[in-house]
């Protein structure tokens, strides 16, 4: 056999063995390069699970009490007005690790009242429903103290409450007295601080402005509105 054919057989022969090894080298590279995939879908996961974490940490409930200086009628002659604290029942719900919504319900009421005998007396109540969204710019849920700024809008129900008397309404009421039910549209928007005293339980103090426009009189007025001090106990879910 001449030196030509040999070359060429050991060619071929070289070409054979090496195939075997060049596609498994390939399938190896292949799946080195799949098994990042699994890696990337953990790391995916716990993205998600850490801002689900944030959510519920954002996420709670409270009561506020405090006082609402609305400015009123001077009241009708022979009578007297009381006003009774300011009060509000909120839940929230976190969007992210700075921002998050609150529902909240409050009531206020002032009371007119003659001081005569068998005089008429009124009740007038501010009912806001209200949603607003709470900022905490600088900390994190983890964090022990916490300030905050919130602005919120939302329908507000007056309650008109009159009984008459032998002195007539007072108020704006009549003699006939009733109830009567009326749509508003309330305002506020505030700032204040929030100290966890655990995981689950903290207290609130906040400070703003409310106001109340009434589509109607409630009481002498279709507008209440004033400088609101609130503080009470604060709730985070932890489930």
């Keep these: 056999m001449s030196v030509r054919p040999r070359l060429m057989l050991h060619l ?5 063995l090496g195939a075997p090894s060049v596609v498994m080298a390939q399938s190896g590279g292949e799946t080195r390069g799949d098994s990042a995939h699994p890696r990337a879908a953990r790391f995916a996961d716990s993205i998600e699970l850490r801002e689900k974490t944030i959510k519920r940490q954002r996420g709670g409930a409270g ?18 007005i009381s006003t009774f604290p300011a009060m509000e029942g909120y839940w929230q719900r976190g969007l992210d690790r700075h921002v998050v919504i609150e529902t909240s319900v409050g009531l206020w009421s002032r009371q007119q009242h003659a001081t005569t005998p068998g005089g008429a007396s009124s009740g007038s109540y501010v009912v806001p429903m209200l949603t607003s969204i709470k900022i905490y710019p600088t900390t994190n849920p ?12 939302g329908f507000t129900l007056g309650i008109d409450d009159q009984n008459g008397g032998s002195s007539g309404g007072l108020a704006g009421g009549g003699s006939s007295g009733g109830t009567n039910l009326i749509p508003g549209i309330g305002l506020k928007g505030g700032v204040g601080v929030e100290y966890h005293l655990g995981p689950a339980f903290g207290v609130q103090m906040q400070a703003g402005y409310q106001f109340v426009k009434f589509f109607q009189d409630v009481g002498a007025d279709r507008t209440y509105k004033g400088m609101q001090v609130l503080g009470g106990l604060t709730y985070r879910f932890q489930f």
Excluded: K, N
């Design 63 to 80: 009561l506020r009490l405090g006082s609402w200086d609305v400015g009123g009628p001077a009241g009708a002659s022979g009578s007297g």
């Design 142 to 153: 983890g964090a022990v103290l916490e300030p905050f700024t919130m602005a919120g809008i």
């Design 12 to 16: 071929l022969a070289t070409l054979a």
